[in-house]
């Protein structure tokens, strides 16, 4: 019998805890697979890792991982990855929005020859107009301009296994990004659509600040492109400048001098900025080799119960 491996990144789902072991557990139910879950606590200030604490010492199945901080849901799921030597794997948030009840389907999906099978959320009414926006908008941009394409709507709710699996736990960059990790790989794939359930318990960990974070981070890991914008715009911008040439000659010798301190200043203000642009663009780049240089471990593990 194969042993499947659900990893569940947890930071402060105190009320979720119970929940989705139990959703899990009757789905796993109907199914002929082995099965352990992984909770992964990710620096949480509530009684999240007690209530985990508490499921284990009645199930054995239940397994935990405490992190010394909160370092992050990508980093919370490479830990999981880590620590699990099963030759199937799940990831999946534990706030019940992506539905265990999709979890048959895709190990059905993974019998047919699928070696990763990945989500895809519908949009729904609950979502928020802006949020609906900008992550249709992080989807068209990233697939446009980076190495691999993204369906809208993709989620960090997967399956992965066999030589995929052991890929997928071999990358050691900083700047992890699953749901563009696993499209680069390829492998044998399918996606499966899924209406998110509403949040129960708590409140999303996901803030506007965290989405632009992650959507910088997803970009900029799979593109070079904003490097060469960088280098294109400045050669149209010397192009440009050379238009003036003819002008500023002719001024110099006919002596002809013409007053414009407003334009002056907002040719310098605009310039001033779009070279700031370039160096912030540029600066992204440096700044991940710099992070990547230190070879700091993705996570510390203050605790486990593998």
Not at 96 to 111: D, N, R, S, T
Not at 156 to 161: A, G, N, Q
Not at 165 to 193: A, P
Not at 275 to 293: C, E, R
Request: aromatic share 12%; with cysteine; glycine share 8%.
């Amino acid at each position: 019998m194969k042993k499947v491996s659900l990893i569940l990144p947890a930071h402060n789902e105190e009320g979720n805890i119970r929940p989705i072991y139990e959703e899990i557990s009757k789905c796993m139910g109907q199914t002929n697979y082995d099965f352990n879950i992984i909770f992964i606590d990710d620096g949480s200030t509530d009684q999240t890792l007690s209530g985990i604490q508490s499921l284990a010492e009645i199930d054995n199945r239940v397994k935990y991982i405490e992190l010394s901080r909160n370092f992050g849901h990508q980093f919370a799921i490479k830990a999981g990855l880590d620590h699990t030597d099963a030759e199937i794997v799940i990831m999946m948030d534990c706030d019940l929005q992506h539905p265990p009840e999709l979890i048959p389907m895709m190990l059905k999906e993974y019998e047919r020859g699928n070696e990763i099978v990945r989500t895809c959320r519908k949009e729904t009414g609950h979502q928020g107009y802006l949020k609906k926006k900008t992550s249709s908008l992080f989807y068209s941009f990233t697939s446009k301009f980076s190495e691999v394409y993204l369906e809208k709507g993709s989620a960090d709710f997967r399956l992965v296994s066999g030589k995929a699996l052991e890929q997928l736990r071999s990358f050691n960059e900083m700047d992890l990004f699953f749901r563009g990790l696993i499209k680069w790989m390829g492998f044998k794939q399918v996606s499966i659509e899924f209406e998110p359930n509403e949040r129960q318990h708590g409140q999303t960990k996901y803030t506007y600040a965290k989405m632009f974070n992650l959507g910088i981070r997803g970009f900029t890991s799979f593109s070079t492109k904003p490097l060469y914008f960088s280098a294109y715009l400045g050669i149209l911008v010397s192009i440009i400048s050379l238009l003036f040439l003819p002008y500023v000659l002719s001024a110099l010798f006919s002596g002809h001098t013409v007053a414009g301190w407003a334009s002056i200043m907002l040719t310098i203000s605009f310039f001033g900025g779009l070279n700031l642009l370039v160096l912030g663009i540029i600066g992204i780049y440096i700044a991940k080799l710099f992070m990547q240089s230190k070879s700091r471990p993705h996570y510390i593990i203050r605790n486990a119960n593998l």
